[in-house]
């Protein structure tokens, strides 16, 4: 199957700082990216869908301010999260999709301290 | 919009018995049905899907179930083995195929436990 990476795996920044994490997908072109946040024992939650080209469409309650996303290209997302709290703590984990499956990055643990 | 139940939350199985995870959906217009693995700190796998035109799939020792009328899906482990422990979540999606699909909706999650 394709496969998408994300980058970093894990980090662990001071509250007040920005985070940016990658999701590129490496043998595909990915016209739609997802970003979801997972806390223990949740399930995924949505957060946005990022379209390249044009302006992510953020889900209900996620604030677009804080959690900017960027899809510069069809096979590379950005998330950063802006002024980062311990409550931001959370496994992210970004999804690509073809016309007939969606393929999940390894997700990134970002510990707030 | 979709909503996706799942039961039970949690499930606990001798090794070698069958396990069985009950998901429903609320969009009729829902045909695409994908069960995900997770296990503990990594990425969701797909194990298995199921389109709507479809009412039973089988991979080895798992199947999956739709009923479309009732708007619901199952899972079914047989023989489970120790290294099916995991999280398994379903999701719903409808529009697949047609270059407008809409997003993935999530269960809750079953935490399953094989226990020798």
């Known amino acids: 199957g394709a496969v998408v990476s994300q980058h970093p795996s894990w980090v662990i920044c001071k509250s007040g700082t920005s985070v940016k994490i990658e999701c590129r997908s490496l043998?595909?072109?990915?016209?739609?990216m997802f970003w979801y946040r997972q806390f223990p024992k949740q399930s995924l939650m949505l957060m946005a869908t990022s379209n390249e080209g044009s302006k992510a469409t953020y889900e209900q309650g996620v604030e677009k301010d804080k959690f900017l996303i960027n899809h510069a290209s069809l096979t590379l997302s950005t998330l950063t999260v802006t002024s980062a709290h311990p409550e931001d703590s959370s496994f992210y984990i970004c999804?690509?999709?073809?016309?007939?499956?969606?393929?999940f990055g390894p997700g990134t643990r970002l510990t707030v301290l | 919009g979709e909503n996706v139940e799942q039961h039970p939350s949690t499930l606990s199985v001798q090794e070698g018995d069958s396990a069985v995870i009950k998901c429903t959906y609320s969009d009729s217009a829902s045909n695409y049905f994908p069960w995900y693995k997770q296990e503990l700190g990594k990425r969701p796998q797909l194990i298995i899907d199921?389109?709507?035109?479809?009412g039973e799939k089988k991979d080895q020792r798992i199947a999956v179930t739709l009923n479309k009328t009732a708007k619901h899906f199952s899972l079914h482990i047989t023989e489970t083995q120790p290294e099916d422990s995991a999280v398994y979540f379903c999701a719903a999606q409808k529009g697949l195929n047609t270059g407008t699909a809409s997003k993935l909706t999530f269960g809750t999650g079953t935490r399953l436990q094989v226990t020798l």
């Open positions: 999804s690509a999709r073809t016309i007939n499956e969606q393929f």
């Open positions: 043998d595909f072109q990915a016209t739609t």
């Open positions: 199921i389109r709507s035109n479809v």
